[in-house]
């Protein structure tokens, strides 16, 4: 009886540490703020200070900085009576997805063409690949709109998508090309072994295996396009406005609070975004 008593009464306290283990697990817990830690969130407010007093003012009644009342007058002049804040809104999105898709296309054959053949130009092709990431944007900007008045093109979408196609291709290769660095290419000649053929190889093996940075330079691409105001202020046309423009242009009157409800939606939807990403992404880097 006197056993059982005791082994329930251990139950009750736990496994607690004892000795030398339980001095150690108070000086864990009463240790004092490291300098690491501090710098760590203090960083952590820097970066989300901004967002935070954004939803903030998002409800605020009034338009100024001072905080008169809680209301949702900013998401309904939002969803209502701003055409063309989604009209630029969409213009973004479309050119975001179109170049980004077609960047990750080109980005990933040439990737894959880099590092599978050996020809003369190999580096330079490499190195001139890179260019656009180094360079100034205002160069690129300014490079294009030359470029496209000396053709004749007239400035639009099309001229906004193919400038965003070409920044964003070397964003996809760098991490195409990361991922090619880590592959085993012992999976190539097996493949061969066995009677695959290149393009069979290429569709049902090499790219499988870089979803990861294929998928990683899509999103990345994306990212980089929607928030791109530099070469698009150069490039656009009239009637061809993208959402950093039209805030741009929106902001030399003021900083309006229906440009706070936007952002707000869109950080929503980015963390929504990312959720339901996190898991395939996960699955397709374990594959």
């Not at 000086?27 to 960083?43: D, G, N, Y």
């Not at 001072?66 to 007058?73: A, H, L, M």
């Not at 804040?85 to 063409?113: D, H, K, Q, Y």
């Amino acid at each position: 009886m006197t056993s059982i008593v005791n082994a329930t009464i251990t139950k009750l306290r736990g496994n607690k540490p004892r000795g030398e283990a339980n001095r150690h697990a108070r000086r864990v817990v009463l240790k004092p703020f490291s300098f690491p830690e501090a710098i760590f969130v203090c960083t952590l407010i820097f970066l989300f200070l901004p967002l935070f007093v954004l939803v903030l003012y998002s409800f605020n009644s009034s338009k100024g900085m001072d905080w008169t009342g809680f209301s949702f007058v900013w998401y309904e002049q939002l969803f209502v009576n701003s055409s063309n804040l989604w009209r630029a809104f969409w213009n973004s999105m479309l050119i975001a997805s179109s170049s980004a898709a077609t960047a990750t296309v080109l980005g990933t054959l040439g990737a894959i063409g880099v590092n599978w053949y050996r020809f003369r130009l190999r580096s330079y092709s490499q190195m001139v690949s890179f260019l656009p990431m180094v360079l100034p944007e205002i160069i690129i900007g300014v490079s294009l709109s030359v470029f496209f008045s000396g053709i004749g093109m007239k400035l639009g979408l099309l001229t906004i998508f193919i400038a965003h196609t070409t920044f964003n291709l070397p964003f996809v290769f760098l991490m195409v090309m990361a991922r090619l660095d880590e592959f085993d290419f012992s999976i190539i000649e097996a493949a061969a072994d066995l009677g695959a053929s290149e393009r069979q190889t290429l569709l049902k093996v090499t790219i499988p295996i870089c979803m990861p940075g294929i998928v990683s330079g899509f999103l990345t691409a994306v990212t980089i396009s929607l928030e791109d105001f530099v070469i698009t202020f150069f490039v656009a046309g009239p009637g061809s406005s993208t959402l950093p423009l039209y805030i741009y242009s929106a902001i030399r009157f003021g900083v309006s609070p229906v440009i706070n409800a936007l952002s707000v939606v869109m950080i929503l939807g980015t963390v929504l975004l990312s959720y339901l990403l996190r898991n395939f992404l996960k699955y397709i880097a374990a594959k």
